[in-house]
């Protein structure tokens, strides 16, 4: 378990960044202020962010290695800014209980 000075924050944009066959999104990246891309763990409240894509996020979490030896950011907490085609705030919160 991660301590609470291992945890990190970004603020950015979830995109899609792997796709099935089928052309459905299989992973999500958040894409943050500094045009860097994190890959996302989808388990808990990362796969939560999934129905938030193309839009701005706050994230807290931290980082592990998948057993492929990618780095992948866990989702602890989430706040949605906003939509980015939209000119109103969403207040759609999403946090994990430890």
Known sequence: MAHKKD????RGIITPCAWGSDGRVTQICLADE???EHVVALSGRGKSLMQHQQEL?????????????????????????????SSTKNNQTGSSKN
């Open 57 to 85: 996020v706050e994230v807290k979490g931290s980082f592990i290695m998948d057993k492929e030896k990618s780095s992948k950011l866990v989702v602890k907490k989430f706040d949605v800014i906003k939509d980015l085609y």
């Open 7 to 10: 945890f990190v924050k970004f």
């Open 34 to 36: 500094n045009e860097n």
